[in-house]
T-cell receptor, first 113, second 114 residues
Framework: AQSVTQLDSQVPVFEEAPVELRCNYS??????LFWYVQYPNQGLQLLLK??????LVKGINGFEAEFNKSQTSFHLRKPSVHISDTAEYFC???????????FGTGTRLQVFP | ETGVTQSPTHLIKTRGQQVTLRCSSQ?????VSWYQQALGQGPQFIFQ???????GRGNFPPRFSGLQFPNYSSELNVNALELDDSALYLC?????????????FGEGSRLTVL
């Protein structure tokens, strides 16, 4: 069965600093990978997705992620964070055979002034 | 274009009771998925409905059931509530299959079971 591991439950960072949120997945078949963001008291919003092609994927709000098949990773990065990036970030995986997303447990990004 | 709306936003029930949660899809979307998000956890897939038919189910017991209506709105019903059912229930709509597409989530219904 597929699974997703988000290695950090919380990531504190100062404003304008770079950040990386880590995600590893386990799967033996082709996968589709996603990052979602959940702001307080809101639903999840898609940040970016990897389906195929270029391994570097750019998303909204200046975020990007790199698909690394050999390391089964899909880490999320932003070169300079803002206070407004404070939220919960979820990595998710699906494959061609199912219609459901498998989510990780989330990483809480806390940006300090 | 209206987004995904869920009702109620909060509710409290006691063990053994039944609950119905409602979801209105984003305009034009024909697929609805339901997820359970326990505190401190990621969302867990409950089931999906496509054009009024169940189209996949996660590892949840039969007391979790659902419906999708001709206008593509949806209900999640949970019978014989247990304390562990306390969670945020998220509805997500999409157009067609969701494995490559984008899910549009509502803000959720927070259920507390006492």
């Amino acid at each position: 069965a597929q699974s997703v591991t988000q290695l950090d439950s919380q990531v504190p960072v100062f404003e304008e600093a770079p950040v990386e949120l880590r995600c590893n997945y386990s799967s033996s078949v082709s996968v589709y990978l996603f990052w979602y963001v959940q702001y307080p008291n809101q639903g999840l919003q898609l940040l970016l997705k990897y389906l195929s092609g270029s391994t570097l994927v750019k998303g909204i709000n200046g975020f990007e992620a790199e698909f690394n098949k050999s390391q089964t990773s899909f880490h999320l990065r932003k070169p300079s964070v803002h206070i407004s990036d404070t939220a919960e970030y979820f990595c998710a995986v699906s494959d061609w055979n199912t219609d459901k997303l498998i989510f990780g447990t989330g990483t809480r990004l806390q940006v300090f002034p | 274009e209206t987004g995904v709306t869920q009702s109620p936003t909060h509710l409290i029930k006691t063990r053994g009771q039944q609950v119905t949660l409602r979801c209105s899809s984003q305009s034009g979307h024909n697929t609805v998925s339901w997820y359970q998000q326990a505190l401190g956890q990621g969302p867990q897939f409950i089931f999906q409905y496509y054009r009024e038919e169940e189209n996949g189910r996660g590892n949840f017991p039969p007391r979790f059931s659902g419906l999708q209506f001709p206008n593509y709105s949806s209900e999640l019903n949970v019978n014989a509530l247990e304390l562990d059912d306390s969670a945020l229930y998220l509805c997500a709509s999409s157009l067609g299959r969701t494995n490559t597409g984008e899910l549009f989530f509502g803000e959720g219904s927070r259920l507390t079971v006492l």
